[in-house]
C-alpha cells in the first residue's frame, strides 16, 4: 500500500466496498459501513447514523458540514456523571471526549489525488493536507472533523506562534504540541543557567526549548523526540531561526548516548492513557515517560550536571499522582532536588469557571524542579 511522505504517519485502509482509501494521522479508525450524505439530510437522522457506527461520506456544502459536525457535537454531550472523587471525575471526561472523538470521526470527506475538497464553498485545502498526508496518486477520505484541524494546523505552521522569552516565532507542525503556554517557556528562561557547553532537550516537540538553549548561550544541543513528525519540526524550526549547527534533531528514545552538563525535559503532565496520536504530548500512561527519565539521567548527566524537569501539578490537584509518589520516583532514581521555581498558569483555562476541573486548574502550579545525583 502506498505510504505517504507528509509529517504524519496515516492509519490507512481501503473504505468497505469501495476503493477510495481511508487516511487519519489521528489515528481514527474507518467505519465498517457508510452511507452518502448532502444537505438534505437533517441533524437527526444523522446523529442516528452515527451513533450506530454507520460513516456519513459528505456530499453537500462545506459549511453545511461544519454545521453538522456542531450539531451532532451538541447532541453528543452528555451531564457530568456524579463522581466520588476528582480522579474518577477526570477518567470519566476523558472516556467521554474518547467516545465523541470516534463518533465524530464518522463525518467524512473525500480528497482527490491533487488534495482538491471538490464541495460547494470548500476551502483551498492543498497545502495544509499536502503537509501532513504527503503526496498521493489516488483519492482518498479523511474525517472532516480531523481535516478542520489540519486546515487550523496549516495555520499556525503558516503564520507561526510567538514566544515572548525567545523573541521570534516558533512554527508548529499538525500533531506536534504547539507553544502556546509560554509558563513552561519562561521558567527555562529564567533559571540560572551555568555555563553549558553540551545540553540535551529530551521530549523536543517544535524544538522551542533547544532554540532558548542555544539563545541563553549553550553550544551545542542535543533535541531528541520519539516522533518522526516532531523532529521534522524541530529541524524546520531550527532552520528557521538560524540555529542549524548549534541544534541537533535526533528521533530517539528519550535520550541519545553520551552525557552532558544539563539535561531539559518537559514531559506529558497527566498520568492518563491517550486515546489518539495527538494525544501523546499531554498524556503520560502511568507515567512511564517521567519515571524513565528520571531512572536514566544519572547515567547522561557529566559531573557537576544538572536535570531540569518542567512539571505541573495538575496530576496532583486531580488525584491522579501526590507529591510524595514524585520525590520518592525523584529519590529512587539516585537523585536530588537542588532547587525549584514555581510559575501560575496564564491560560484561559485556568480562570474559566465552566470548564469541569476548574477548582484544579484555578490552583495549577507549574515547577521546574533542578536535579542533580546524590553524592556520595
Known sequence: ??????????????????????????????????????????ANRAYRLVSRGTGLLWQGDFHQARQLLSALSRRLQRPQKRT?????????????QSRRARVLSLVMVRIESDHALELRRAPDVGPACRDVYGEVDAPYVVPLRELLGVISAGEWRRKG????ALGAHIHPHYGVFA?????YVDLVADAPLPQVRTAFDIGTGTGVLAAL??????????????SARAIRCAEDNVRRLGLTGRIEPVEADLFPPGRAQLVVCNPPWLPAQPHSS????????????????????????????????ILSDLAERLGLRTRAELL?????????????????PRHPKAAAPGDPFHAARAGEVISLWRLAPIEG
Do not use: I, K
Open 1 to 42: 500500500m502506498h505510504l505517504p511522505e507528509g509529517d504524519a504517519a496515516c492509519a490507512q485502509q481501503v473504505m468497505p466496498g469501495n476503493a477510495l482509501r481511508w487516511f487519519s494521522a489521528n489515528g481514527a479508525e474507518p467505519p465498517v459501513r457508510f452511507v452518502h450524505a448532502d444537505d438534505r439530510m437533517s
Open 84 to 96: 466520588s472523587s476528582a480522579a474518577e471525575a477526570f477518567l470519566h471526561h476523558r472516556q467521554e
Open 161 to 164: 506562534v510567538a514566544v515572548p
Open 179 to 183: 507553544p502556546t503556554r509560554n509558563e
Open 213 to 226: 538553549l542555544a539563545r541563553r548561550g549553550v553550544a551545542r544541543v542535543v533535541a531528541t523526540d520519539s
Open 278 to 309: 495527538l494525544d501523546h504530548a499531554v498524556y503520560d500512561p502511568e507515567s512511564r515517560m517521567l519515571l524513565d527519565f528520571l531512572d536514566r539521567l544519572p547515567d547522561h548527566l557529566q559531573p557537576g550536571g544538572e536535570g531540569w524537569l
Open 328 to 344: 520518592d520516583a525523584v529519590h529512587r532514581a539516585g537523585l536530588r532536588v537542588v532547587a525549584r521555581s514555581d510559575t501560575e
